[in-house]
């Protein structure tokens, strides 16, 4: 998500992959998900821990707890994917939010449990050059036979829960829709709004171009603060190789003295 950190109506924070704007006077906040959805930040070389996720639930709640009952959203929609687990509980955070309505862009690419989340909306618009994927969830697994096959059948039981989110709108048949997902299935924006998976191809409106440049310049200046950190990282890591090497010098002279 590009971003501009949750913050009083009227002011804007920059960050990097997530964003939360509302003008001055307006009752429109928009809303991006430029990213990723994911439970865990990037990894913080200066901290040795990962940062708080900006594309998570928990993040994602604080978000909208700035929204009042009388203002629109306007979510943005840019991104592969991720987080089930993220991507469902941001799902049913937007439906049961109360506010005037919910209007969902997608700017680029609506991917995986983002074309989930993109169904929460009131309206689910999609811009021309646009798409959508739909397919089964995978994980990853170590164990034996029995751990492998049980993670199958808990899969089965996920999945059936997941359509039922596609079927609320949707066109199609779930048998239909069985298929297309075993068949990771790529959507235009007309055949999303023929299958109703979206409900109108904007053809007309641009992107914002204060936005455009807003998450531009947000992503370079995380770019040069991760630049930065590693640099950082790196200066402070050699120069530990250069005092243990003088340090083992030392020990080694020290016990040829004592020889």
């Known amino acids: 998500m590009n ?50 996720s900006e594309t998570s639930a928990k993040f994602f709640k604080k978000a ?40 969902a862009y997608v700017d680029g690419f609506a991917y995986s449990i983002a074309s989930v989340i993109l169904q929460a909306a009131d309206r689910r618009i999609m811009g021309l050059g646009t798409s959508l994927l739909i397919h089964n969830m995978w994980l990853s697994i170590a164990g034996n036979a029995e751990d492998l096959r049980k993670a199958a059948d808990d899969l089965d039981v996920l999945m059936e829960s997941n359509r039922q989110i596609y079927l609320e709108r949707a066109t199609i048949s779930e048998e239909e829709l069985i298929e297309m997902m075993n068949n990771e299935t ?34 370079l200046q995380q770019l040069r603060r991760t630049m930065a950190e590693q640099k950082s990282f790196r200066t402070e890591l050699l120069a530990f190789c250069k005092g243990a090497a003088q340090k083992k010098n030392e020990d080694q002279n020290d016990d040829s003295d004592e020889e």
């Open 3 to 52: 971003k501009v950190k949750t913050a009083e109506k009227g002011q804007t924070q920059a960050q990097a992959h997530y964003c939360f704007r509302q003008q001055a006077g307006s009752n429109i906040v928009k809303l991006y998900i430029y990213d990723d959805v994911s439970e865990y930040g990037d990894f913080n070389w200066s901290t040795w821990s990962y940062d708080e």
């Open 64 to 103: 909208l707890e700035e929204v009042s009952e009388t203002d629109t959203i306007e979510l943005h929609i840019n991104s592969y994917g991720g987080s089930v687990k993220e991507g469902i509980a941001i799902y049913n955070m937007l439906k049961q939010k109360k506010c005037k309505e919910i209007i």
């Open 186 to 219: 790529y959507l235009t924006p007309d055949k999303a709004v023929e299958m109703g998976f979206a409900d109108e191809v904007d053809k007309e409106t641009e992107a914002d171009p204060e936005d455009a440049l807003a998450a531009v310049q947000q992503q």
